[in-house]
């Protein structure tokens, strides 16, 4: 992709349009080349960091025109996952929702990740919703 957003460490997809965003919980998802996918540590976030990186995600896609959007949704990115690192509350997922809206693009979402069993049902409704008000 010439302005690709994909993880960091992921191959690149020669000149392929940008049709997904890769969620702050992807960004450590597996190193590339020779390790064989060996699982990278996950950095420490501050609270509701990832959306400096999705709003510079959304304007990368908006520039190429693309006909639809798919994203990978890492709901692990809730703040109470017991795997992950991310400090999003349930609350954030709406303005995810909203923000991936006003790309203006036909989307579907792929859910990715999310293992705070309890959490996941309202993180996924929040980020439709916020999708549907958008």
Same mark, same amino acid.
Request: glycine share 12%; net charge negative; aromatic share 6%.
């Given at each position: ?49 990832? /959306?400096?990186? @999705?709003? !510079?995600?959304?304007? %990368? *896609? ?6 639809? =959007? ?22 954030? /997922?709406?303005? @995810?929702? !909203?923000?991936?809206? %006003? *790309? ?6 792929? =859910? ?23």
């Amino acid at each position: 992709m010439p302005e690709s957003v994909r993880s960091p460490g992921a191959p690149p997809n020669e000149g392929a349009p940008p049709v997904l965003i890769d969620g702050p919980a992807s960004t450590s998802a597996h190193a590339s080349g020779s390790s064989g996918g060996r699982r990278r540590q996950k950095p420490e976030l501050p609270p509701h960091s990832g /959306f400096t990186p @999705l709003a !510079a995600a959304c304007e %990368r *896609i908006s520039r190429h025109r693309a006909e639809a =959007l798919v994203v990978s949704l890492g709901l692990d990115a809730y703040a109470g996952d017991p795997i992950s690192t991310f400090t999003l509350d349930s609350d954030d /997922f709406l303005r @995810l929702g !909203a923000r991936i809206a %006003r *790309i203006g693009l036909p989307t579907v979402f792929i =859910l990715e990740g999310g293992y705070a069993v309890e959490h996941l049902g309202v993180n996924a409704a929040n980020v439709l919703a916020g999708f549907a008000s958008a």
